[in-house]
């Protein structure tokens, strides 16, 4: 796993719910390096963000022991052997914990590497993290030049943990992060047909296409899909038409047999799915 955050002098990460100061550099810094990531993060942290949603173009797991929380877009597990259960079949390299403090601490001895923006300020934090100097498993690897925002001096540097826990990855869902990439307008033929279980399966994975987690998965559906047996999880989303990739589409007029039924062409994107309801009603 890895980890990735931005500090103060002090190792303090935040104050009163919110970034010590942002660093137009620092927030590319962060877009790239998650890029086609899974990320880890506390409930507050999910309520941070812009309108309390999930970043885009990334798995979104949450971290929360609330009973019934449910948020559109999420994965939300109520412990961490449950978020455990679900991560150890994705490629490590791919999950990133963001936060918050409580957050960075449970999960830092399972961390090999911390992408650390270290700002040469004191924020007056009132939330703060291990500070790595002080601790003799992690070192400091590389670093970039020091640069400077509105006064405020800070550079990036890479920190690896010579003694991380074993989580247990097996990497059979390696390429999970795919579902979760941004789509592109993606041209289907639709089936004139009036097979309406053909109609309402078309219309959920191209929901699922488009809007992966759309209505999200709380921490009961984790702790059903832990306790149903062998299937992976990605094979647990796909059932449920959560997640979707061009191959199910593909795949569905195979299945109910429709290569030689007249299909209407259609190019549909995610901000135009109303073009789905309209021909599949």
């Given at each position: 796993?890895?980890?990735?955050?931005?500090?103060?002098?002090?190792?303090?990460?935040?104050?009163?719910?919110?970034?010590l100061l942002s660093?137009?550099?620092?927030?590319?810094?962060?877009?790239?390096?998650?890029?086609?990531?899974?990320?880890?993060?506390?409930?507050?942290?999910?309520?941070?963000?812009?309108?309390?949603k999930p970043l885009?173009?990334?798995?979104?797991?949450?971290?929360?022991?609330?009973?019934?929380?449910?948020?559109?877009g999420t994965v939300?597990?109520?412990?961490?052997?449950?978020?455990?259960?679900?991560?150890?079949?994705?490629?490590?390299?791919?999950?990133?914990?963001?936060?918050?403090?409580?957050?960075?601490?449970?999960?830092?001895?399972?961390?090999?590497?911390?992408?650390?923006?270290?700002?040469?300020?004191?924020?007056?934090?009132?939330?703060?993290?291990?500070?790595?100097?002080?601790?003799?498993?992690?070192?400091?690897?590389?670093?970039?030049?020091?640069?400077?925002?509105?006064?405020?001096?800070?550079?990036?540097?890479?920190?690896?943990?010579?003694?991380?826990?074993?989580?247990?990855?097996?990497?059979?869902?390696?390429?999970?992060?795919?579902?979760?990439?941004?789509?592109?307008?993606?041209?289907?033929?639709?089936?004139?047909?009036?097979?309406?279980?053909?109609?309402?399966?078309?219309?959920?994975?191209?929901?699922?296409?488009?809007?992966?987690?759309?209505?999200?998965?709380?921490?009961?559906?984790?702790?059903?899909?832990?306790?149903?047996?062998?299937?992976?999880?990605?094979?647990?989303?796909?059932?449920?038409?959560?997640?979707?990739?061009?191959?199910?589409?593909?795949?569905?007029?195979?299945?109910?047999?429709?290569?030689?039924?007249?299909?209407?062409?259609?190019?549909?994107?995610?901000?135009?799915?109303?073009?789905?309801?309209?021909?599949?009603?």
């Amino acid at each position: 796993m890895k980890l990735i955050v931005a500090v103060d002098e002090n190792w303090g990460i935040g104050k009163n719910g919110d970034l010590l100061l942002s660093i137009p550099d620092d927030m590319r810094y962060f877009r790239e390096t998650t890029r086609r990531a899974v990320l880890v993060m506390g409930y507050n942290t999910l309520l941070s963000f812009p309108n309390s949603k999930p970043l885009p173009n990334r798995m979104n797991l949450v971290l929360a022991d609330i009973e019934g929380v449910k948020a559109p877009g999420t994965v939300v597990c109520g412990s961490m052997e449950q978020l455990f259960g679900i991560i150890k079949d994705m490629n490590t390299d791919d999950i990133f914990v963001i936060g918050g403090g409580y957050t960075y601490r449970q999960f830092l001895p399972y961390c090999d590497t911390a992408y650390i923006t270290k700002m040469r300020f004191c924020g007056d934090a009132d939330t703060f993290i291990p500070n790595l100097d002080e601790l003799s498993e992690w070192s400091a690897a590389e670093e970039s030049e020091v640069k400077e925002y509105e006064g405020v001096k800070y550079s990036f540097v890479t920190y690896h943990n010579s003694e991380p826990k074993a989580v247990g990855f097996s990497g059979v869902n390696a390429d999970m992060p795919r579902y979760f990439e941004k789509k592109e307008p993606l041209t289907v033929g639709i089936a004139e047909t009036d097979d309406k279980e053909y109609r309402k399966e078309l219309k959920a994975l191209l929901h699922a296409y488009f809007r992966p987690l759309e209505q999200g998965v709380s921490a009961d559906e984790v702790a059903a899909f832990l306790d149903g047996g062998d299937s992976s999880f990605e094979d647990y989303l796909r059932g449920k038409r959560l997640i979707a990739g061009r191959e199910d589409i593909d795949a569905l007029a195979d299945r109910y047999d429709l290569a030689d039924k007249k299909a209407v062409s259609v190019t549909v994107d995610k901000n135009n799915l109303s073009v789905i309801d309209e021909l599949t009603d």
